[in-house]
């Protein structure tokens, strides 16, 4: 399952990340989304709320049961085990951390798992590959731009990189043009204010435009 996992984030490029929605809100965003033609979406923990925390639990497994593995889901913001049990027992199949942190990492792909943590410079990506991670996601990229991914790329070539933060239907494609292997994409697609009036008819329409600027 990871390398089907690893394989498919590689092929559709693009990670949909969920932030404060939840239950049948986020059901009917992935939706959306899986109509619109994105199949890899991650719900983040909220470290404020250990209510939200359990949401973004039951959010993962809800949608789990009722795509059946049509959107593959996987959790965001995992900083601590206890957040990473949780993700694995709601099926989890993809993990992603704003930091490097070898302890979730090395957690992670023992538990079958695909492990996406984040880092910033060389040192940093480096470490998180040579720790195991199948992923790194290129975190906060969008002050540093494309030129910062084909500046990676020169010396790292050999690690998978994604971009996350920032990155929009207008400038993905330049990010993968620079050499990142696929990109995390969150407020940018995920329009609160839409999900709220219902309007996710406009999500579907938006995440065409994305998957269409990805190869151009």
Same mark, same amino acid.
């Given at each position: 399952?990871?390398?089907?996992i690893i394989e498919r ?49 039951d959010t993962i497994r ?18 601590? &085990?206890?957040?990473?049990?949780? *993700? /694995? $027992?709601? %099926? @989890?199949? #993809? ?26 410079? &060389?040192?940093?990506?480096?470490? *998180? /590959? $040579?720790? %195991? @991670?199948? #992923? ?10 494309p030129a910062y991914i ?20 207008? $400038?993905? %494609? ?43």
């Amino acid at each position: 399952m990871r390398r089907e996992i690893i394989e498919r984030v590689k092929d559709k490029k693009l990670i949909v990340i969920v932030r404060g929605v939840y239950g049948e809100d986020c059901l009917k965003l992935a939706k959306a989304l899986y109509e619109g033609g994105i199949e890899l979406m991650e719900v983040t923990f909220d470290q404020s709320s250990t209510e939200n925390q359990k949401k973004t639990a039951d959010t993962i497994r809800l949608i789990n049961e009722e795509m059946q593995g049509r959107v593959i889901m996987g959790a965001g913001t995992v900083t601590a &085990p206890e957040m990473l049990e949780e *993700a /694995y $027992n709601a %099926g @989890a199949k #993809f993990i992603v951390s704003p930091d490097t942190n070898p302890e979730i990492i090395s957690a992670t792909v023992a538990k079958g798992m695909v492990s996406m943590p984040g880092a910033m410079t &060389p040192t940093e990506i480096l470490t *998180a /590959y $040579n720790v %195991g @991670a199948d #992923f790194v996601k290129v975190f906060p990229v969008s002050n540093l731009g494309p030129a910062y991914i084909k500046a990676l790329r020169a010396p790292l070539n050999h690690i998978p990189l994604l971009a996350v933060g920032g990155v929009n239907e207008k $400038n993905i %494609g330049e990010f993968i043009k620079a050499g990142a292997c696929g990109a995390g994409v969150g407020g940018n697609l995920v329009n609160k204010e839409w999900i709220a009036n219902g309007e996710f008819d406009k999500i579907t329409d938006l995440a065409r435009e994305f998957l269409r600027n990805i190869n151009l």
